[in-house]
C-alpha cells in the first residue's frame, strides 16, 4: 500500500484533525542567488495552538512537496526552504490522532508516512533548508534533521525531541538521523537525557552549540537573515562544516550512559527510553534505511503499548484537566489580591513568599515571633533572588523590585492590616494554628482570605473558633514549591463560593496545577503516599528487611524508592502524618514503632552511603526491633498495591475528589509520579489489582488503554 493510501486511512480515523497547510510560495534570493522555493507550515491558528501534523496535514506537505521536487526537476529553483507560522515551527505529531488507533498496522502507517514523506526533502534535486524560527518539538525537529541545512532562531524558547518521555521513540529519523549529525553522546542527552528530566527544552543558543542548527540568527528579523545566508550557502561563499562524529569506543559509552539515566528515572519499568537506545546504538553504521524501520517497528510496538497510552492519558491530565480544575467556582467571584501576609517564617514560609512575589508582583509580608527569625526568612528570599539574577533568569532592575516586595515585621495588625490573602505555614499542630487564625482574623479586613498550608489537619476544625469561618480555605503546596506544579485546594464545610473562587484564581497567577480536594485527613497526596508506605514499614517491623521491602516497588518505576522518599519528607513529618491518619482511619494507617524511635533518636536518614550506595545506618538498625515474619519483593508489593487500590476507592467513595483522573493528577504533579503509570490508577487497572481488591476498574476501557 502506498503512502498515499495509508495516510487517507488514517485520516478517516482521524476526522477531528486541526489540519495544518503546507504553503508554497516563492522568492528571488538575495545576491542574485536565484529563485527559492519556501514551505510554510501553518494551521490557519495563532501561536496558542501550534501547528501538528496529524495524517491529513502530511498529505498537505507530501504535495507540497510534490510541487517542489517537480520544479527542482525542471531547474526552476535553486533551493527549497521549510519554516513556521509565527512563533512555531511545528510541535510534532498530532497525539489525538495516535490516541484512537486500534490496530497495529495502524501504528506502523504512522511511522513509514511520516518517513516516507521527509525522506523525500533529503532526495530533492536542489539543496533543501529549515529554518527553526520558534517552538519545534518531536516530528517539527525531525523535518529539520532531514534538511541539508537549519538556522534556528536565538528567540526560541522550546526545541526537543520529548518522545520518550510521553512513551514513544524519536520515530521519523530523530533516533537515526541526530546521533549521526552531532554524536551519539550528544544525541543521547537531547532524546533521553532531556526527555526524562521532565521534558526539558533546549533553548536557541543550546541548539545551535550543540550543532543541530548550522547558523542563529535574532528573531526579529530571523527569516530575511536565513534567506541571506541560504544564499551565501547557495553561491559557495559560506561552506558548512560539521565535525567528524566519533563512531568508537564514544558511541558505546554514550548509549551506556543513556541506560544508567533511563535506569535511575524509570528503572526498567517502561521500554521507551531502552527502544530508543538500542536504535541510537545500531545508528553507528551510518545505515539510515536500517535505522528508519527500526524506528517504524519500534513506534508500532509503542503505540499499542499500555505505558503509551498511560503516558497520553497522564499528558492530557497535566495539559487539559488540569487548566480547568472540576469543582472550581465561577472565576468572576474571585476578589482581587494585591498584598500578601505569610504567618511564620522558616523554609516553607519562606519558599511561599518567594513564589508569590514572582508570580503575583504584589507586596508580601513575613512574621514571627521574633526579630532573629523574620529577618532570616527575609534575607533567605533575598538570597534566592539574588541566585536568579546570578543565573541571568532575572535582570538587576527585576531583582531589586522583588526584594523591595518582601519585607518582615513582627507586627501582625500592621502587617496584615491592608492584607487581601494571608496564609499559615506554622507547625502543623491544630491548637497552634487555631490560635493563629485568631490573630490575624482580630487585624484583617473583612474580605481577606485565610489560607492555611496544613498537609493533613482538619480545616474546618482549624476554622471552627473563627468568626468569619466561610473565607478559610486549605492552600496544601508540595517541597519543593518552586518545583512541584500541585496545589491541593481544600474547601472546609463552610468555605464559601467567594473564597474559594480567590484561591483558585491565586492558584492560576501562582502557575500552579489546583485540584478541589474535600477536607479530609491527609487530602490526596499525603494520604495515598502514607498508605503505601505504611504498608513498607509494616513489611519492615514485621521482619522483612529494609533493603528487600524497599526495593519493592521499584518495578513500577517510580521517581524514588519508599525508604529514599521517607528521607526527603523527613520521619518527623511522615511520622507525624501517620499519626493523623492513624486517629481518623486506625483499621488501615498504622504508626510504626520503629519509625517512632528513629524520630525519638533524632535521626533524619535511615542509609548512610559510605560505599557509594545505599546501606542501613547502623545506629537506626541498633534502633530497630522486627519480628521473624519475612515477605519477599513480590509479597510486599502486592501489600503495597492492594493498599493503594483499597486507599483510592474508599477516597473516591467519600468524594475527596471528583474522579479518579483527579487522583492522578494529584500524584503525577505532587510527588512526581510517572507519566507511563498515568498517575497509578490505569496501572492498578491493567494489572488486575483494582477488580481484585475493589471488585471495579478505576477507568472505563480504553480511557488509559488501546481502544478496544
Partial sequence: MSTAELLKGAAELFPDEVVTTAHVRHLDLPQGAGRFALITLDNGLDHTKPTTLGPQSLVNLDKAIDQVEAEAAKGEIVGVGVTGKPFVFAVGADLKGVEVVRRREDALAIGRGGHDIFKRLSSLAVPTFAYYNGAAMGGGVEIGLHCAYRTVSRAIP?????????????GWGGCTLLPNLIGADRAVSVIIENSLNQNRQLKGEQVYELGIADAIFDGADFLEQSLIWTASVLRGEIEVGRPDVDRGEAWDQAVARGRGIADSKVHGAAPAAYRALDIIAAARNGDLRQGFAAEDEALADLIMSDELRSGLYAFNLVNKRAKRPVGAPDKSLARPVTKVGVVGAGLMASQLALLFARRLQVPVVLTDVDQERVDKGVGYVHGEIDKLLLKGR?????????????????????????????????????????????????VVPEHAILATNTSSLSVTEMASKLKHPERVVGFHFFNPVAVLPLLEIVRAERTDDASLATAFAVAKSLKKTAVLVKDAPAFVVNRVLTRF????????????????????????????????????????VAHHVAGTLNAAFPDRFGVS???GRVVEAGKRNLYVYDSGKPELDPEVAALFGTGDTVLTEEQVRERALNAIAEEIRLMLDEGVVAEAQDVDLCLITGAGWPFHLGGITPYLDREGVSERVTGKRFLEPGVAGVPR
Fill in 158 to 170: 522550546a526545541f526537543s525531541l520529548p518522545e520518550v518521555f510521553l512513551g514513544l521513540v524519536p
Fill in 533 to 572: 508506605l505504611g504498608e513498607v514499614l509494616r513489611s519492615i517491623d514485621e521482619g522483612t528487611p529494609v533493603e528487600v521491602a524497599d526495593r519493592a516497588l521499584a518495578p513500577l518505576g517510580l521517581p524514588m524508592s519508599p525508604i529514599v522518599l521517607l528521607e526527603l519528607v523527613g520521619p518527623a
Fill in 394 to 442: 532575572v535582570d538587576q532592575d527585576k531583582a531589586n523590585r522583588l526584594k523591595a516586595l518582601v519585607t518582615g515585621s513582627l507586627d501582625k495588625s500592621e502587617a496584615f492590616a491592608d492584607a487581601d490573602f494571608v496564609i499559615e505555614a506554622v507547625f502543623e499542630e491544630m491548637g497552634v494554628k487555631q490560635q493563629v487564625f485568631a490573630e490575624v482574623e482580630a
Fill in 593 to 595: 514503632e520503629n519509625l
